[in-house]
């Protein structure tokens, strides 16, 4: 296989940092995706090399590993392995008094190994890459279970989202990775993903928490207001002398729970009480009234 240069093709110096990487794959994958190029095949070649980079780079055990090992980077391990069982069978032996070995040994040992030809390498089983991708939601998105079309390295995967999935959670999709090699295990798909909240509700695991306005007349006298929730309104009774700052709480209101259908959290309303502006004569002459009886 030839040396495929990662960094080049994300544009990127080989020293860059991981949000380096990040915002380079997302300019270029949004340049090449087929939904932006259709019926392009450059485009979609282009596209298929960004992920693969990507999947390799943005991963930092894999991006050590491609930087030590390039093209031969996924047989690390059992190069490594190999490395440490020829250093015990060559001491064991005595074939050298020195115990000490050059780049080159191991190099060829690798290349009998792993290398092109080789039948023991024709035999030896290895397990697909591990492919890791974001996906972008709506918070209100993540209201009900739902189904997406994800495509990971020009393959479309068909997910099923369940309700309630957190900002940054990863999930783990079974040899939805890399294909094996000489009939090893494919690789697994780890899909984060990011939640995008842009509603008046703040989030804090499965509760949500909003604030709503009353006027001064239903703080002091009491009375029902028609609240916003996260899915539609609620009726509230407000009770008399209501202070500003007061929280109260609608239980089962909040958001979904992962994996627990037809449970959800609760929702917390800070009441903000409006003082009345633009005060007419009257008014203020009946505030007075109001301010001499609580003096009295």
Partial sequence: MAFIDY?????????????????????????????????????????????????????????????????????????????????????????SSSG????????????????????RSQNVRFRGQDFNAELQLDIRDVYHTHKRTLTVNGNNIRLTIPAGVKNGQII???EKGGEGINGGPNGDLFIQFTIQNNTPFKRDNNNLYTTENIDLYTAVLGGEITANTFDGKAKLKVNPETQNGTQVKLKGKGFPIYKKEGEFGDLYITYNVLIPTKLNAKEKELFNELLNLRKA
């Fill in 100 to 119: 000490q070995y050059s780049d080159s040994d191991y190099s060829d040992f690798f290349e009998s190994m792993f290398g092109s030809g080789g039948r």
């Fill in 7 to 95: 960094y080049k093709i994300l544009g990127i110096d080989k020293k860059a940092s991981e949000s380096e990487i990040k915002k380079a794959y997302r300019k270029l994958a949004r340049k090449y995706h087929p939904d932006v190029n259709p019926n392009d095949k450059e485009a979609e070649k282009k596209f298929k090399a960004i992920n693969e980079a990507n999947e390799v780079l943005s991963h930092a055990e894999n991006r050590k590993k491609y930087d030590k090992y390039g093209k031969d980077w996924k047989h690390a391990e059992e190069f490594e392995k190999a490395q440490q069982q020829q250093r015990s069978q060559r001491t064991y032996s005595q074939q």
């Fill in 172 to 174: 783990k999709i079974k």
